[in-house]
C-alpha cells in the first residue's frame, strides 16, 4: 500500500501559503493559526495518528523519526561488525 506524508504536506502547504500568497507565519498571526492548530492536534493525538496511519497516511512524529535514526545506525553497525569492520 502507498502511503501519503500528511505532514510533509501540510508543512508545504504552510510554507506556499506563506512565500507565495502573502500569509503571515508569525506565531501570533491569525493567518496560518488552523493549519498549526491542526499540526498541534494531530502531534499530541495518537489515536489520530493510528486512524492516519490505517487509511495509509503518514504524521510522523519527533519520536517516530528519532527511532527511525536509531534502527538505522543499529543496522550500519550490524553491516560493519558482520563484514569484520568494527565500528569503534
Not at 26 to 40: Q, Y
Request: charged residues 30%; hydrophobic residues 35%; aromatic residues 6%.
Amino acid at each position: 500500500m502507498n502511503t501519503f506524508n500528511l505532514k510533509k504536506m501540510t508543512m508545504e502547504l504552510g510554507n506556499a501559503l506563506s512565500l507565495e500568497r502573502g500569509f503571515n507565519p508569525a506565531p501570533d498571526s491569525n493567518d496560518l493559526k488552523p493549519l498549526r492548530d491542526f499540526t498541534r492536534w494531530l502531534n499530541e493525538t495518537p489515536e489520530a495518528q493510528e486512524v492516519l496511519f490505517m487509511l495509509g497516511v503518514e504524521w510522523p512524529t519527533v519520536l517516530d523519526t528519532r527511532k527511525k535514526a536509531s534502527e538505522d545506525r543499529n543496522t550500519t553497525n550490524i553491516k560493519e561488525t558482520t563484514n569484520g569492520k568494527s565500528n569503534m
